[in-house]
């Protein structure tokens, strides 16, 4: 997998999307601090906005800015976009008020939602053989998973010795030395798509989404992912020092399970699909992820003490590798159900497709946890996860299903 880092531009761009990665990883820490100095007791709520807002962003502006820049140079993008997210971070110090917070976050949060996508499309045309390609992505898999356990770490260790304001420095720092790798990455030279209305651009990649058999399928997993990472996410915490009774250290211990989970997966990731296409690997993580989440509603239902927790340990860790097994493939037939012209409007409306369905998902874990408990959110999100694991199976396994032939494997 390390291999791929022998191509000197792809070898950038990952470093591009590693330091940027870390420095958003402080702000998330630094902006949870901000958010208690402004509004003490209510910094929940203002996160909880912040990161509706978030959501919004990636959902709304992904499709229209790949449509207004479908046919600028991807470099300048990346580039201002990393700028613009420079600048944002910059400015966070100093608000006074929630809804300054918010307007930052609305503009950082679309410069990701037109980075992350034009990102994303860039890389099959700089890996062009499908090896190289499927290496990537489990390297970046690999790099998400890891830096959402060093990020934390990093930010507490830096805590030690400064305040918490000059983490944003280290933010601006990441983005800043993302838009210099980039600067100096050599691009392949990427065709432009033909010109149309921009009505037609908006929609274009939500279009080869409804027309595509594997597309659709794949929103079905997106639907799956969404109902078990928004349990992990908004209810760990919960589950672990509200329900359960213990500390913040088994917080992030039962965090890390699940990131593990999913790297160790990300890892194998390569030689699996050398041997089985990726179509039955993801189908069999979308199958894995309800009965998971059902296995582990059973776990707190009805054991308790130390074998409850080592078996909440171990579905956490399962859940995790369940779900890489539906991301870290899923870019391969965003690639291989698209073109170098429409390949930006594809990878975008991805990104907002599967956001939109984390804005059902996260509002269902949080606000029906809090009220009908997490046993019962938890059987509502495996309902869910089934709906959408079954549109996947009928979709790709289908008696009149004509799907792409997938690359020979390797025995």
């Not at 060093?150 to 601006?172: C, E, K, N, Q, R």
């Not at 790798?181 to 274009?204: E, H, K």
């Not at 089985?276 to 199958?287: H, I, T, W």
Request: hydrophobic residues 55%; glycine residues 8%.
């Amino acid at each position: 997998m390390i291999a791929v880092l022998r191509n000197p531009t792809y070898a950038k761009l990952f470093s591009a999307q590693m330091i940027a990665l870390l420095g958003t990883g402080l702000l998330t820490v630094a902006l949870g601090l901000l958010a208690f100095d402004i509004a003490g007791g209510d910094a929940g709520i203002v996160l909880g906005v912040a990161m509706s807002i978030k959501m919004i962003a990636y959902v709304a502006v992904a499709p229209v800015m790949a449509a207004l820049l479908a046919h600028a140079p991807r470099k300048p993008v990346l580039i201002t976009a990393d700028l613009v997210r420079a600048g944002v971070a910059l400015s966070l110090p100093f608000v006074t008020e929630a809804w300054q917070i918010y307007i930052l976050i609305f503009l950082l949060q679309s410069a990701s939602a037109t980075f992350t996508p034009t990102f994303q499309a860039v890389i099959p045309s700089v890996l062009p053989a499908e090896d190289d390609y499927t290496n990537a992505l489990s390297l970046s898999r690999f790099a998400y998973d890891l830096e959402a356990l060093a990020s934390p770490m990093l930010a507490a260790a830096l805590l030690t010795v400064i305040d918490y304001h000059s983490l944003f420095v280290g933010t601006v720092v990441g983005f800043l030395g993302s838009a210099v790798l980039v600067m100096v990455a050599r691009f392949p030279d990427i065709d432009a798509p033909q010109p149309s209305p921009f009505l037609d651009r908006l929609t274009s990649g939500a279009r080869i989404f409804r027309e595509t058999r594997e597309l659709r399928g794949l929103m079905g997993l997106n639907l799956v992912v969404a109902t078990t990472t928004a349990m992990v996410i908004v209810n760990t915490v919960v589950i672990v020092q509200g329900e359960l009774g213990r500390d913040q250290a088994d917080v992030a211990l039962m965090l890390a399970a699940y990131g593990g989970g999913s790297m160790i997966v990300a890892l194998l990731m390569p030689g699996l699909l050398r041997r089985l296409s990726d179509r039955p690997v993801m189908l069999a993580g979308g199958v894995a992820l309800p009965l998971l989440l059902l296995a582990g509603t059973g776990v707190f239902a009805w054991m308790e003490g130390g074998a409850q927790w080592t078996a909440l340990l171990g579905v956490w860790l399962l859940l995790g590798a369940a779900t890489s097994t539906i991301l870290t493939p899923s870019a391969r037939l965003l690639r291989r159900n698209s073109t170098e012209q429409t390949r930006a409007a594809v990878f975008a409306a991805q990104f907002s497709l599967s956001h939109a369905c984390f804005l059902i998902t996260y509002p269902l874990a949080g606000i029906l946890g809090a009220a009908l408990g997490l046993s019962a959110v938890a059987l509502v999100l495996v309902g869910i996860g089934v709906v959408g694991g079954a549109v996947a199976l009928r979709t790709w396994t289908g008696a009149h299903a004509t799907l792409p032939a997938e690359p020979a494997k390797r025995v």
